[in-house]
């Protein structure tokens, strides 16, 4: 049985530039990462999927491997994450390497943890599911959310205006920092999984999409919250 931490983590960033090794609270942000895997001492190999060189580098002083670039097909803005994932798999298996496990990483996940990685798979051993996503509550209920039109604003399900928070279904949604993944059962279904997804609900505080800088800010400052308990 071998486990593969799987990070990924393109050069080009449009909205937030070199967006995967700016610095977050003192250092490059793939570094927190890198080091909460290595820390988890469940993987037999670390690495990092990128197209840069200077990603690379800075991966590789951090303790990952980046054994090979990513190919051009997959450095594109229509590549998936499960097309990056089944290319490291397969270079991998071109190599003579198969893994029972696998555990994707964003770059971009300050909050991931060693124990919430060893979480993960040992909930992916225990349910033997497809796949391990953590996810999050929505603090404010969509079902009551607002659209904008030339005549103003309106209810998007109107027959929820008027309806208590506490009375609505809540809604989930994925927290973009890790998942993991049974390899056999990836491969199979090219990591397009319907069902056999296994939730870890994750604290609102811990989680932070990060898309402009106001985000980044924010989620400095959750981070800093994080680190003090």
């Keep these: 049985m071998s486990n593969i931490a799987i990070i990924t983590a393109r050069g080009g960033s449009k909205r937030i530039p070199r967006k995967n090794i700016k610095e977050f609270c003192g250092r490059p942000i793939i570094e927190y990462s890198i080091k909460a895997a290595l820390d988890s001492n469940i993987f037999d190999e670390v690495m990092v999927s990128t197209d840069s060189e200077e990603i690379a580098e800075i991966a590789c002083a951090a303790g990952a491997k980046v054994p090979f670039l990513r190919s051009e097909k997959t450095s594109d803005d229509f590549a998936t994450t499960a097309d990056v994932i089944m290319e490291v798999l397969q270079k991998y298996k071109e ?118 800088m106001d985000d980044w800010k924010i989620a400095e400052l959750k981070y800093q919250l994080m680190n003090k308990f």
């Design 95 to 212: 190599k003579g390497k198969t893994f029972t496990y696998a555990c994707c990483i964003y770059p971009t996940a300050p909050f991931v943890t060693a124990t919430k990685l060893n979480d993960g798979i040992k909930l992916l051993k225990k349910k033997s599911g497809n796949m391990v996503m953590p996810i999050v509550m929505f603090s404010f209920p969509p079902q009551r959310g607002m659209i904008y039109g030339g005549d103003g604003i309106k209810h998007k399900w109107p027959e929820n205006k008027n309806l208590r928070s506490q009375d609505l279904e809540p809604i989930y949604h994925d927290c973009g920092q890790f998942y993991c993944y049974d390899v056999e059962k990836f491969i199979s279904q090219k990591g397009q999984f319907i069902n056999g997804i296994i939730p870890m609900i994750m604290p609102e505080t811990q989680v932070q999409d990060i898309d402009n």
